[in-house]
């Protein structure tokens, strides 16, 4: 059973750019979570979708946005990249809402 | 508000037993779940509590008490590879609403021979 893969695995983008990242869930899976983990803050809640829909939001600012498709797989977007949002970008899934989480091996971003 | 305190690093023998702990204060609570994170990876999923009292799998066993907000993670026969980073995480909400989970800063294990 495949895992949770997230593409790319690295990005190094430019201060003002904008960057999509893509998460396809566990088969069967259609809950699909977003976090960022940086060393200073650790793991922070971005987005949680289920269906197609929004369920939860981080605090973020509006630059961060996803989406979910009706396959489950799911994209985040950030617009304007600033330094500060140089993280690994991670993305768990799971069955349904209330069960565990699995994570994929993240998307490292670099911002320069 | 919400907070979860976790040790921030700790150190032990190959052979030993460790035990790491978790203290939360959130604003609901649905769970807390255990990661292993190993430096570079992705967190891996280790257990999860919902109920007060210990839940075993094999070396690693983690215990819940609702009431003081309290969790700990202990580790039995402590190999060189468990050198990693433990997270202690909850999840909010009530009646299983959201799979929101709310970390800790997490725990970094060191295991010396």
């Known amino acids: 059973k495949a895992g949770v893969t997230q593409t790319p695995r690295y990005l190094i983008k430019t201060r003002g750019q904008q960057v999509t990242l893509s998460c396809s869930p566990i088969s069967g899976h259609r809950s699909v979570s977003w976090y960022q983990q940086t060393p200073g803050q650790g793991l922070q809640f971005l987005f949680e979708y289920f269906s197609e829909t929004q369920r939860n939001k981080g605090n973020f600012p509006g630059r961060f946005s996803g989406r979910q498709f009706s396959n489950s797989r799911s994209e985040m977007n950030v617009s304007t990249l600033e330094l500060g949002d140089s993280a690994l970008y991670l993305c768990?899934?799971?069955?349904?809402?209330?069960?565990?989480?699995?994570f994929g091996q993240g998307t490292r971003l670099t911002v320069v | 508000g919400q907070n979860i305190d976790q040790p921030t690093e700790m150190t032990a023998t190959e052979g030993a037993i460790v035990q790491i702990n978790c203290t939360y204060q959130t604003s609901g609570f649905n769970g807390l779940f255990w990661y292993q994170q190993h430096a570079g990876e992705a967190p891996t999923f280790l257990s999860y509590n919902v109920l007060d009292g210990l839940e075993e799998k094999g070396r690693f066993s983690s215990f819940l008490s609702r009431s003081k907000g309290y969790s700990y993670l202990l580790l039995k026969e402590l190999q060189m590879k468990d050198s990693a980073s433990y997270l202690c995480?909850?999840?909010?909400?009530?009646?299983?609403?959201?799979?929101?989970?709310?970390f800790g800063t997490g725990t970094l294990l060191a295991v010396q021979p």
């Open positions: 768990a899934s799971s069955l349904r809402i209330n069960t565990e989480a699995f």
């Open positions: 995480a909850v999840r909010e909400g009530y009646g299983g609403a959201t799979n929101k989970l709310i």
